[in-house]
């Protein structure tokens, strides 16, 4: 099994400092199109094909919404809005493009 390596990083802001964490997360091409699949049939209108986005996308979208607002609630609340835009828009998704990015360009639009 063949894997490649996607090198990130990610600021995290502190009071009074910036930290950088450096990660590497291997990436199994093969999931990148089972990703590519899922998509294609949530976009015929297939609901269990997006369930299984959701359940991949959730736990990072919500960190993403509660490093940004750090309350619990109003976070869930966001998320919960976040997946019913993306589920209401999917068919306006370009699969050429990460389906993560547009995830978390919808998660930022409704933070702000």
């Known amino acids: 099994m063949t894997f490649r390596l996607k090198i990130g990083i990610i600021l995290k802001e502190s009071v009074t400092k910036l930290y950088f964490i450096r990660f590497i997360m291997a990436e199994d091409p093969k999931s990148n199109n089972d990703e590519i699949d899922l998509i294609k049939k949530a976009q015929k209108g297939e609901a269990e094909a997006f369930a299984a986005l959701y359940d991949k996308?959730?736990?990072?979208?919500?960190?993403?919404?509660?490093?940004?607002?750090?309350?619990?609630?109003?976070?869930?609340?966001?998320?919960?809005?976040?997946?019913?835009?993306?589920?209401?828009?999917?068919?306006?998704?370009?699969?050429?493009?990460?389906?993560?990015s547009w995830l978390y360009r919808i998660a930022r639009n409704a933070v702000i």
Request: net charge positive; proline share 7%.
């Open 57 to 100: 996308y959730l736990n990072p979208i919500y960190r993403f919404i509660f490093f940004k607002v750090t309350h619990r609630q109003e976070a869930e609340d966001i998320c919960q809005q976040v997946f019913l835009n993306a589920w209401k828009h999917i068919g306006n998704f370009v699969p050429k493009y990460p389906f993560s």
